[in-house]
Structure formats: structure tokens, C-alpha cells
């Protein structure tokens, strides 16, 4: 297994196979609502013009690059928790950190992630790390974890 970080793909040049050209960059990640995976990569685009990758469509993390499929792969999404995250209010990263028993443990930081499979697997506030099994769930007030 091959871990990443949200921070350290982000702004990362994303590249179509297919054409092997360059079609965007990722802005960020749509994170599945029980945050124990990555769903979609948003590479460009605003609010309901947002283009997303789903993870499928993901060949490969490089150290200079994402891969995906084909430069068709990216579309536009009707999905809520695709144009929240679009808009930025239910970005992982800056989400406020609870336990299941109401105390607040900062913000998220990081996230790391196996970059094959998109499985999450920890959270960090910058002084604690919250293994990806703790998660309950994301919204758009605040990441939920075992206490």
C-alpha cells in the first residue's frame, strides 16, 4: 500500500492518458460521507461548472502527476456532496474534528489516503493523528470520530 496526502496533491497536474496532455490540476476531494474514502478528484472548475474525476477514473498518483483514463473522463456533476465540495463547504481539509462525545479536537490538516484503492487512511489535526477505523462521518460542520 501507497499512502498520500490531500495537501501534497493538491495543485497536482493532472494528465489523460489517452491524449497524454494535460487537463487540469486537482482542486480537491470529494470524500465518501462515512470519510473512509475518496470518491471523486475535482480538477477544475467552480461551484455547479466543477469538473470530477471519479475515482475509477484514477490511474495513478505520481510524483508529478495524476493519471486518468482518458481526457472525457473528468465531467460536470448534478451531485450535492460533488458542488459542496465544489463551493468548499465539505472540504475535508479545514473541517472542524469532534468526538462522538462532543469535544472539539481542532481541524483537519491532512488526510492520508492508499492512492490505489482511495481508502482513507487517517486524519490529522497537526498534533494528533485519528486512524481512518475512528471516523464516524463528514458534514458540513465537522468530521465525527470516536471519542
Do not use: C
Not at 16 to 38: H, K, M, Q
Not at 92 to 105: M, P, S
Not at 110 to 135: C, P, R
Amino acid at each position: 500500500m501507497s499512502t498520500r496526502t490531500i495537501t501534497s496533491t493538491i495543485n497536482r497536474n493532472v494528465i489523460a492518458l489517452d491524449t497524454a496532455e494535460s487537463i487540469g490540476s486537482v482542486t480537491s476531494f470529494v470524500v465518501s460521507p462515512a470519510a473512509d474514502r475518496i470518491e471523486k478528484v475535482q480538477i477544475g472548475g467552480r461551484r455547479k461548472h466543477a469538473m470530477f474525476a471519479a475515482w475509477a477514473d484514477i490511474e495513478s498518483f505520481g510524483d508529478d502527476a495524476v493519471m486518468v483514463t482518458s481526457a472525457e473522463a473528468p465531467a460536470e456533476s448534478e451531485d450535492e456532496r460533488d458542488i459542496d465540495t465544489a463551493k468548499g463547504t465539505l472540504d475535508i481539509i479545514g473541517a472542524r474534528l469532534l468526538d462522538t462525545a462532543g469535544f472539539e479536537h481542532g481541524v483537519v490538516t491532512d488526510v492520508s489516503f492508499d492512492d490505489s484503492t482511495g481508502e482513507i487512511v487517517s486524519l490529522t489535526n497537526g498534533s494528533e493523528d485519528h486512524l481512518a477505523a475512528a471516523v464516524r462521518s463528514l458534514g458540513t460542520y465537522a468530521v465525527v470520530v470516536d471519542r
